[in-house]
């Protein structure tokens, strides 16, 4: 069993859809979780970035971290077709050390 | 700012050849970190710098892989004898400092034949 879970999708909306990916986690220890989106043939690019439980909004995007159930979430408002790509969740003991990261969930929003 | 690069983009060599894969990070960051990236195994963590610290080489898959980092900034990941299983999309990450996020180059995609 891998330390992060990602279902891989594809998950398929319509444009303006809330979208709600998950992750779950196995290590406990874990105390900063992560949220990066990657578009086709780039690199992963940090989207939120948080510590322990609770949530963190940034415009549409929403980060929910529940440790109690090893459990994050990223929503997603008003999606639009620009944020279609692969979105990978990853937890570390502590932001300066490696990530581990969930397989990815592919999203697509149509128009 | 300029953010975190990585030269050559693209890589294709012949099974038992050497690579060199050239990562340069944010400048000012103190840490830098290799991930590899493949279809069946995600993303995955190789080794890790920290200002002058011993690096944290405990991802690294076997002994055919090597990473320096000079100066404390450019980083140069080495694959000896490369076999088929090593093709994959190689990510270099920095971050300021140990309790900060991580930000991403764009990647070394290598295809041993």
């Known amino acids: 069993q891998k330390e992060v879970e990602q279902d891989p999708g594809p998950l398929s909306v319509p444009e303006g859809a809330i979208v709600s990916l998950n992750c779950t986690y196995s290590n406990s220890a874990f105390q900063y979780f992560m949220w990066y989106r990657q578009y086709s043939r780039k690199g992963p690019e940090l989207l939120m970035y948080t510590y322990s439980s609770g949530n963190k909004e940034d415009g549409r995007f929403t980060a929910q971290v529940d440790k109690s159930s090893k459990y994050i979430s990223l929503f997603i408002r008003d999606s639009q077709p620009s944020d279609s790509a692969t979105y990978l969740c990853a937890g570390t003991y502590n932001a300066g050390n490696m990530l581990t990261f969930g397989g990815g969930t592919r999203l697509m929003v149509k128009p | 700012g300029a953010g975190v690069s990585q030269s050559p983009s693209n890589k294709v060599t012949e099974k038992g050849k050497d690579v060199e894969l050239r990562c340069d990070p944010i400048s000012g960051h103190t840490a830098l970190y290799w991930y590899r990236q493949s279809l069946g195994q995600g993303l995955e963590f190789l080794i890790y710098?920290?200002?002058?610290?011993?690096?944290?080489k405990s991802g690294l898959p076997s002994d055919r892989f090597s990473a320096e980092r000079t100066g404390g900034s450019v980083s140069t990941l080495t694959i000896q004898r490369t076999q088929q299983e090593d093709s994959a999309v190689y990510l270099c990450a920095s971050s300021l400092g140990v309790h900060n996020e991580q930000f991403f180059g764009p990647g070394t995609r290598l295809t041993v034949l």
């Open positions: 710098f920290q200002g002058n610290s011993a690096p944290d």
